[in-house]
């Protein structure tokens, strides 16, 4: 289900609750409902970490791709930047060969970010000198921008107001053609925001989308084409804004004051920015993907490779020709407005948070075990999102395991049937009250015990040595007098079979005196029909004699007849 106008959301698939996205993502933006992950869009930070371990691939970017086809077909003026990490992604030599592709897709002209690049990194170099911040926290990642904005409000001071190199590169571009559309390509998907916000950028896309137009457009790099530009020298050092420690790089001299640090990686990220207060003098160099930018969740570089993928970077900045002078930038509108943003969430009571926390199980502090199979890092922190609508109960994963197991135990338990459950050697795993009473077995508790010391398991052998699914057959136990259908079944993955033993006695019972009923019928029949038969017989013989006397009485009445008519003649 896609949310309209998101620029990152969930497909619906076949997401069903591993909270693999809300465990990875750093600001739990994801709420769970009918089992399916949906992005909280005011709480998001856009860094695409969950498009990144979905296992199910439900990943869905908003693509741009139609609005640059568009932009293409009516006007002749659009301009494409591209960050400088094409190099790693696409495994170029120079820009020339992207500019080609570019060019060939319909883009009038194409430019790298460097210049804005270059722009930025002066601009920072002035604030460095000046020393006035207790700290200092530059960023050309929006996703951290806005985890500060969102989430950490005490760092937002130490936030340098600098526009990204993208926006800059944009105004500068503008400056030349205000009617010229621009369209960014990156490895980025927090861009897409800031490009909306920043109102001089008419479209992004992703390297993945760029890749997938030129094969609909049937595009290729020609990698022999040479590129020998001669570069200044502060531009060439602006290329390497992708990678970690890429701006610290670009800045001439560094003031003393400052102890200057990296942070890739949203994790140790927000581990600073909580304890920024007890920082000082501290240079901050910050980005939402370990690695920078070249490692991007929508670059094209897989797994373990963004140490390659930065060496590729490295490559082509020092192949690059320098005229070792300085370009004079041109001065443009390098700020940004920033502005703290509050979540509008409802804030439990401690006591609406310890009747959530009940309703799991969790009566008692030790209760509480932190386990972040749910994707949050305390059970607090999902009741948070429980009353906050985010999360439901039964994303408890321990207590829904309880809770399967002691319904299941219920059943087994509270079965009319007897339930007896062995593994591959006949040992019992699992048998229910009823089972032992069928077999009037002393001790109930019989788990370990071997079957065979008490059971005839033959049949058990049959099923399994047969490679049959199930088996059913009838037995009777003398022990107490009970007819019992057994069915077995095998459980092959688990090198497991079991039995279900239904109690058929009385259906037994009521069928023995159904047969000997039959039996005594059928023999009253017999004698029925013995008796009958001699009566017939008898009747016959009488019959028999009187016909015969009466016969010869006719006869002679009538040959005395016809003697007298004779007689008269």
Do not use: W
């Not at 963004?306 to 970077?313: C, E, K």
Request: a neutral charge; aromatic letters at 8%; proline letters at 3%.
């Amino acid at each position: 289900m896609i949310i309209e106008n998101a620029l990152l959301n969930f497909k619906y698939s076949k997401c069903k609750d591993c909270y693999k996205c809300l465990r990875e993502c750093p600001v739990k933006a994801i709420k769970v409902k009918d089992s399916q992950a949906k992005i909280i869009a005011e709480r998001c930070i856009l860094c695409g970490k969950c498009t990144t371990v979905c296992p199910q691939n439900a990943k869905q970017v908003h693509s741009e791709v139609p609005k640059v086809l568009k932009l293409l077909r009516e006007y002749d003026n659009v301009i494409a930047i591209i960050d400088s990490s094409y190099i790693s992604s696409f495994n170029l030599s120079n820009f020339a060969i992207m500019e080609d592709v570019l060019s060939k897709l319909g883009f009038k002209q194409s430019y790298d970010c460097s210049e804005g690049s270059a722009i930025y990194s002066q601009k920072l170099n002035e604030i460095i000198q000046s020393g006035t911040y207790k700290n200092i926290i530059t960023s050309t990642c929006p996703s951290i921008n806005k985890t500060i904005e969102l989430y950490y409000h005490d760092a937002f001071k130490y936030l340098v107001p600098l526009a990204s190199p993208m926006v800059i590169q944009a105004k500068l571009l503008k400056e030349k053609d205000e009617n010229a559309k621009i369209v960014y390509i990156g490895p980025c998907i927090s861009k897409k925001l800031e490009a909306v916000e920043s109102k001089v950028i008419s479209a992004v896309i992703t390297f993945e989308q760029l890749l997938l137009l030129m094969v609909e457009k049937d595009v290729d790099f020609n990698h022999k084409i040479k590129d020998d530009t001669v570069y200044h020298s502060n531009i060439i050092k602006a290329k390497l804004f992708p990678i970690a420690r890429g701006i610290m790089k670009s800045v001439d001299v560094l003031n003393p004051k400052y102890e200057y640090m990296v942070i890739d990686g949203l994790k140790k990220s927000i581990e600073v920015l909580e304890n920024i207060e007890s920082c000082e003098n501290i240079y901050l160099e910050m980005t939402a993907c370990e690695f920078s930018c070249i490692n991007g969740p929508c670059s094209l570089i897989g797994n373990l490779e963004a140490i390659s993928a930065n060496a590729r970077l490295r490559k082509y900045v020092k192949s690059l020709k320098s005229t070792n002078t300085n370009l004079l930038l041109p001065e443009v509108d390098y700020t940004v407005k920033r502005t703290i943003k509050n979540l509008n969430e409802k804030m439990p009571s401690e006591e609406e948070i310890e009747e959530i926390l009940k309703r799991v199980g969790k009566h008692k502090f030790s209760d509480e075990l932190n386990c972040g199979a749910c994707g949050y890092n305390t059970c607090r922190d999902k009741a948070f999102a429980v009353f906050n609508g985010y999360a439901s109960s039964d994303m408890c994963v321990p207590y829904m395991k309880e809770k399967a197991e002691s319904m299941s135990f219920e059943i087994i338990q509270k079965s009319p049937n007897g339930i007896l459950l062995l593994d591959s050697d006949f040992k019992i795993i699992e048998c229910n009250q009823k089972f032992i009473e069928f077999f009037s077995l002393q001790d109930s508790f019989l788990k370990g015990e071997n079957a065979n010391n008490f059971l005839d398991v033959s049949k058990y052998k049959e099923v399994l040595s047969a490679n049959e699914s199930f088996k059913i057959y009838r037995d009777f136990i003398p022990n107490t007098n009970k007819h019992l259908e057994i069915t077995i079944c095998t459980m092959p993955k688990e090198k497991m079979v079991f039995g279900l033993y239904n109690d058929i006695t009385s259906s037994v019972l009521a069928e023995n005196e159904l047969n000997s009923l039959r039996l005594k019928t059928i023999n009253t029949t017999d004698e029925v029909i013995k008796k009958q038969m001699f009566v017939a017989q008898e009747i016959a013989s009488l019959l028999g004699e009187t016909t015969a006397q009466s016969k010869i009485a006719l006869i002679k009445l009538k040959r005395a007849l016809l003697e007298n008519d004779y007689k008269e003649e």
